[in-house]
């Protein structure tokens, strides 16, 4: 089947009726073109619905990735060998500027997703694109929200609360008030750490939708193509 569909298959140049100023133009000739795929004659990939994919997977595929090897990998052997050269305080220093620096990764990775769910509107089903869309944003959203609001405070709480946990290793009990900030300290790492599992829950749920946006576009290619 794949063999038939490969040898049906011919690549087309669709021509552009939005490139009217260089429409006398022969040397431009080539910028008035767009690349596509085509079955039978009907385009089924073109250039900008691929630029499209490729942004939001590309997006979608680091972000995910950075979650999976940082609670998978590097978290736990963080602490592991904090414990084993008992350096009470390694792991939560490494752990601070990890998530800084992947704060910023994140924020690109964000803003590539929404620029390929952007672009590739005409080129998914409408429905599963519009749902792509929600769970995008709503990851955009948490993202951000933790990037730019609960980060920031953790940053600036950390030097107190390593010297807790310098504290506690020495054996002595922290003060009322040292256990309030502790408290606050915990309620927000807490709240962080739901935000991101939502977050990849939200990813997910916008590569699930990703994935019915294709499949049914792809679908009705081929319907209309036996038609």
């Known amino acids: 089947m794949w063999l038939r569909f490969l040898l049906r298959a011919k690549l087309s140049i669709t021509h552009s009726s939005n490139w009217r100023f260089f429409q006398h133009r022969p040397v431009c000739e080539a910028a008035k073109c767009s690349f596509a795929i085509s079955l039978d004659g009907r385009p089924l990939f073109s250039m900008k619905a691929v630029i499209a994919r490729f942004l939001f997977l590309l997006g979608l595929g680091v972000w995910l990735g950075g979650y999976a090897f940082f609670g998978a990998v590097a978290a736990p052997m963080m602490f592991r060998v904090a414990r084993e050269n008992s350096a009470p305080t390694l792991a939560p220093l490494m752990v601070g500027e990890i998530l800084s620096r992947f704060a910023f990764v994140s924020t690109v990775c964000a803003f590539l997703m929404l620029a390929g769910w952007l672009l590739s509107r005409g080129f998914s089903a409408p429905k599963s694109w519009k749902w792509q869309g929600v769970f995008t944003v709503c990851a955009v959203a948490v993202s951000l929200f933790s990037n730019l609001v609960l980060l920031p405070q953790t940053r600036a709480a950390q030097p107190q609360i390593l ?25 927000r790492h807490k709240l962080s750490e739901n935000l991101g599992r939502a977050t990849i829950w939200m990813l997910l749920l916008a590569l699930g939708a990703f994935c019915a946006a294709q499949n049914a576009k792809l679908a009705g290619a081929k319907t209309a193509r036996k038609s």
Not at 169 to 187: H, P, Y
């Open 163 to 187: 010297s807790f946990i310098e504290k506690r290793a020495r054996g002595e009990a922290l003060s009322s008030g040292e256990l309030g900030v502790q408290t606050a300290f915990d309620a």
